[in-house]
């Protein structure tokens, strides 16, 4: 059964700390592997990773897929408060779209 | 503006009811998607559809239906037979619906009297 695992699902920073968000993944079909981030109530999205070792980055978030270690990190510099939310992945491959758990950010003043 | 809208924001279902979730989309999207979200437990399939009339199984579709009579539109009921329906529930869709992203409703609360 496909499954996607994130770890931890739960991260207390302090404003200004950088933080890490893993995704793993056990899939077979594997196209690529998708961050969201939900504040409140949709999720939006955040990275689409197809190739290994190629980061992508938006301001102060990047991230990157290690395919044969079948994983993804997500990274978060200089926290924000406004970064307190669950960070989702997901791997894209077939048309049942498996998400993790989550992990939930709260970004402490 | 395109995108997905979802109705009610908050439902309240009475034991033994049926209530229906409202999604549609402007996005000409041929791939449309229901989520369960419990606290901890992310999202969760229910249903999927990637062309009209016809619809698959997700990994908890047991007390739920849907139909798909229209390419914008991809309604849900909750059944009588949920048992414990309470949770927020997320419509989706995407382009042709194999790996690509997700755009996703603002979501309904649906809660048990």
């Known amino acids: 059964e496909d499954k996607v695992v994130q770890s931890p699902l739960s991260l207390v920073v302090h404003e200004g700390d950088t933080v890490t968000l893993n995704c793993s993944y056990e899939?077979?079909?594997?196209?690529?592997l998708l961050w969201y981030k939900q504040e409140k109530k949709a999720p939006t999205f955040l990275f689409m990773l197809?190739?290994?070792?190629i980061e992508k980055k938006s301001g102060r978030l990047s991230s990157i897929l290690d395919k044969k270690e079948l994983s993804s990190i997500l990274n978060i510099t200089a926290t924000q408060t406004g970064d307190s939310a669950i960070y989702l992945c997901?791997?894209?491959?077939?048309?049942?779209?498996?998400f993790g758990k989550g992990t939930k950010l709260t970004v402490n003043p | 503006d395109g995108g997905i809208t979802q109705s009610p924001k908050y439902l309240f279902r009475k034991e033994g009811q049926n209530v229906t979730l409202s999604c549609e989309q402007n996005?000409?999207?041929?791939?449309m998607y229901w989520y369960r979200q419990d606290p901890g437990q992310g999202l969760r399939l229910i249903y999927y559809?990637?062309?009209?009339?016809?619809?698959q199984k997700g990994d908890i579709a047991e007390g739920y239906s849907v139909s798909r009579e229209k390419k914008e539109s991809f309604p849900l009921t909750v059944t009588s037979a949920q048992k414990n329906p309470t949770a927020f529930y997320l419509c989706?869709?995407?382009?042709?619906?194999?790996?690509?992203?997700?755009?996703f409703g603002s979501g309904t609360q649906l809660s048990v009297l």
């Open positions: 559809s990637q062309i009209v009339n016809d619809f």
């Open positions: 996005l000409n999207h041929d791939a």
């Open positions: 899939v077979t079909n594997f196209r690529s």
């Open positions: 997901t791997r894209g491959g077939s048309e049942k779209l498996v």
């Open positions: 197809t190739s290994s070792g």
């Open positions: 989706a869709s995407s382009i042709t619906g194999i790996g690509e992203k997700l755009f």
